[in-house]
């Protein structure tokens, strides 16, 4: 089971970034799919989440209207458009898996992280 991130990089305030998480060896369609985000010395928070369809979406207070959460079940990955980025915004961004359906309901996969910076 692999979930690679990619897309982060440094980025000035109000501009925008579009992470992809690419997953393999297991069901993508059973799963629903989230982004987490840890900046430096805080918790691991959840951005946003897709269900297993596409069908619903939800987002962390402080991203709504800014940021998108998408998947592409035929693609096996999920993306966020982050838009008008702030400087608090940065942090590590984790991409989650858990299942839904059947034998994969509960089962959590975590990708490694990618790093989003934002300074100017």
């Known amino acids: 089971v692999q979930l690679v991130e990619s897309g982060g990089g440094l980025v000035q305030p109000g501009g925008s970034l579009r992470l992809s998480c690419a997953a393999s060896?297991?069901?993508?369609?059973?799963?629903?799919m989230s982004w987490y985000r840890q900046a430096p010395g805080k918790e691991r928070e959840l951005v946003a989440s897709?269900?297993?369809?596409?069908?619903?979406?939800n987002f962390a207070d402080s991203m709504k209207g800014r940021f998108t959460i998408s998947r592409d079940n035929a693609k096996n990955t999920v993306y966020l458009q982050m838009d008008s980025l702030k400087p608090e915004d940065t942090a590590v961004y984790y991409c989650?898996?858990?299942?839904?359906?059947?034998?994969?309901?509960?089962?959590?996969?975590w990708g490694k992280g990618t790093l989003v910076t934002v300074s100017s």
């Open positions: 989650h898996a858990l299942g839904r359906l059947g034998r994969d309901y509960g089962m959590p996969y």
């Open positions: 060896g297991f069901t993508f369609s059973n799963y629903a």
């Open positions: 897709v269900t297993s369809a596409g069908g619903s979406t």
